[in-house]
């Protein structure tokens, strides 16, 4: 094995603290530790400690255990705590509890909290911290509120990260007025900020859009992270264009721009065909060096241009990425699938795989509908079964809705309803709504008329009507039903596109011929 040499050059400020701690007689590899940023290097200093015979002193284990963590190797911290931590104290528990939690393992996150209890060791604010972080993203509030009363119990002055934390696991759980009363009560002698952050992003998430709003008006001082809050309360509410006014202002008021509020902004542009604010997004990261190209800026410019409709262009970003993760490889091959070239979907599955990337399901629902829209019914099916039984992955509504809708298509209804029986779920109007809709095409009057009555309970809304009267009308059935329609007196929602030009944003309605601009779009048309 190799071993990291100390006789590396160091930059000046590493070196004081290396002759520091050698005077302290603190090992030299324990003091290298601290300046590892990739795996092979904690793992050349892993080795160096073992055959110094130094990996069981204190606390050299749990500063090992420390450094896999920060290089993001989860497994390797869990096997030198479980191996080389003799009596862990909460420093080294805190370290694991964290490093699970940051690898999406918070459920074992809490069995070591519990452990650390048993073990008659006292949590700090740190273990609390990171333990609330674990309850919120398992939507434990009992487990969350457990804790919440081990902190009362034991004194500890909820200080700004555990009161953020707190507020973050009741909001999660949707117990928004339980996360309002923290802050009320913490905001009386302290106004910071990052509670306040947290209660925005809690409301956001509730879709409490007016409540998120009136907490952002009233605070004096903000920062980056509160605006980020609002941007992405916004995307994830569906009001794009407040994002992109929101993003504006952060501009405007010269507010420093941060990974989250980028990634945001270009989705909104995305869901928009807002391709020139995307556009100057993409120049303004060119140009500043603070801004690191990550996996996730990246992705988010290739879904937005390909969103926006600039599929070659999209494609040669993605082409330029040095790392790509699942996210990535999900977002460009659905972006052709949108755009009707099923091939390129198949090719770029097998280039993933090839990658050693791990399909998820946003992945087949993609690839699905593909198939779908190019009419390939047995390709469809193949995907669907290597789903299931490759890769071991729990079809969703969604997969079930596109398998329906892709046998539906080609009229195999008797095959489409069977798969509907076999779902683990009930059905929902969509899905329902694919078969009706093959139904519809293929005149197939027996299967439409009992599942038009299931949807009609499912979702009365005036375009199942609608779209139902074609079949009726063609099976000698339409006057009951056109009765129904003008008892109900229903009127149908118009389909709306919206596109941006210099700037500008224009909508515009089906058959629209009241729109200041028809007159130009019509001509354009008709060529």
Partial sequence: MAFASTSVRLPEQNCIELQRGKRNRIPSSVLLLQMCRENKEVKQLHGQLILNGLIHRSPNAARLVESYVRVSETADALLVFEASVQSPDTFAYNVMIRGLNLSKRSMESLFLYERLLSNGLLPDSHTYTFVLKACSHLKAVLEGKQVHAQIIKNGIEPNIHICSSLISMYSYAGNVESAKQVLDEFSVHNNAICPFNSMITG?????????????FNTMVNKDTT?????????????????????????????????????????????ELGALDQGRWIHKYIMNKREIVMSVNVGTALVDMYGKCGCIDFSY??????????????????????????????????????????EPNGVIFVALLSACSHAGLIEKGCQYFYQMVHEFGIRPSIEHFGCMVDLL???????????????MPEEPNSVILGALFNACRIHNDIERGRPLFKKLTNLEPSPDRYKLAASLFANNGEDYEFRKLLKDKSLESRCGLSSIQVDGVDYEFMVSDIANDRAQDVYGTLEG
């Avoid at 916004?234 to 952060?250: P, S």
């Avoid at 091959?333 to 009707?340: K, L, N, Q, R």
């Fill in 203 to 215: 409301y956001m998430n509730e879709g409490m859009v007016e409540e998120a709003v009136e907490i």
């Fill in 226 to 270: 509160t605006w980020s809050a609002m941007l992405s309360g916004y995307v994830k509410n569906g009001m794009h264009e407040d994002a992109l006014v929101t993003f504006r202002k952060m501009m405007s008021y010269k507010i420093p721009l941060n990974e989250p509020s980028l990634v945001c902004t270009l989705s909104a542009c995305g």
């Fill in 316 to 357: 040669q970003l993605f082409q330029k990425m040095p790392k790509r993760d699942v996210v990535t490889w999900g977002v460009i091959i659905s972006s052709f699938a949108t755009h009707g070239q099923a091939k390129k979907c198949f090719q770029l599955f097998d280039e993933m795989i090839d990658s050693g990337v």
């Fill in 408 to 422: 539906g298509r080609a009229g195999r209804l008797a095959e489409a309803e069977q798969l509907i029986l076999s």
